[in-house]
């Protein structure tokens, strides 16, 4: 069954450095999402992405925070400068359509120290 | 602003009971909402879907009914197993923004007793 794989499991950085979560969505699907989960509480989105740009964004979603979908498979979460509230699960998600089930990925757990 | 929630944080059953987790959601305008199950350490899993056009749904031991009047949502789990003890989260796909993100509920944890 095809399923959605990110990359790290688990990922510490030091406040102030750059982090890029790496996501490989369902092949056949056309959108794409990041999530996040702070510790304990509810799941969050973040951004949404279709035919190669930002279709939909939270307020979440600042500057610091950037997407990309550099090739056919991969799906990246860049944050550019980290801070301590960032640490969190991050959950990248893909799908058939727009309304439609989003197949959810295990997740990479940011540590920001 | 729209959101979505749960009545019961925690719910605790025994084994072989069903278990009812609510969820109340405040966008009127929303047309297809989710409940997904997240175990510990793993990311939301898909149970069942409902799209406003229908009142219930069901699935292999779950259901889930939608009462558009009072904006609720439950999902009914029949014989409920340990295999079931995890967070359920409901989840709202509003019309107004072009269905591509969903609004989650704050989840319910779900405890099967032995």
């Known amino acids: 069954e095809p399923e959605v794989t990110q990359t790290p499991s688990h990922q510490v950085t030091q406040m102030g450095q750059e982090v890029i979560l790496r996501c490989v969505p369902i092949?056949?699907?056309?959108?794409f999402y990041w999530y996040r989960q702070i510790l304990g509480q509810k799941v969050e989105f973040l951004v949404s992405?279709?035919?190669?740009?930002?279709?939909?964004k939270s307020e979440i979603f600042d500057d610091q925070f950037s997407v990309e979908r550099p090739d056919g498979s991969n799906f990246t979460l860049k944050i550019r400068s980290t801070k301590l509230e960032d640490s969190a699960m991050y959950f990248c998600?893909?799908?058939?359509?727009?309304?439609?089930?989003?197949?959810f990925g295990p997740g990479t757990r940011l540590t920001v120290l | 602003g729209e959101s979505v929630g749960l009545h019961l944080p925690t719910l605790s059953v025994q084994e072989g009971d069903n278990s009812i987790i609510n969820c109340a959601y405040s966008?009127?305008?929303?047309?297809?909402f989710i409940w997904y199950k997240q175990e510990s350490g793993k990311g939301p899993q898909f149970i069942i879907d409902?799209?406003?056009?229908?009142d219930k749904r069901q699935g292999q031991r779950v259901t889930v009914l939608l009462n558009k009047t009072v904006k609720h949502l439950s999902l009914q789990i029949a014989a409920t197993q340990p295999g079931d003890s995890a967070v359920y989260f409901c989840?709202?796909?509003?019309?107004?923004?072009?269905?591509?993100?969903?609004?989650f509920g704050p989840g319910t944890r779900l405890s099967v007793l032995p």
């Open positions: 966008n009127s305008a929303s047309d297809y």
């Open positions: 092949s056949n699907h056309l959108y």
């Open positions: 409902i799209r406003s056009n229908m």
């Open positions: 992405f279709y035919n190669n740009e930002i279709s939909e």
């Open positions: 998600a893909s799908s058939l359509a727009a309304s439609n089930e989003q197949f």
């Open positions: 989840a709202e796909n509003g019309v107004d923004n072009y269905g591509q993100n969903f609004v």
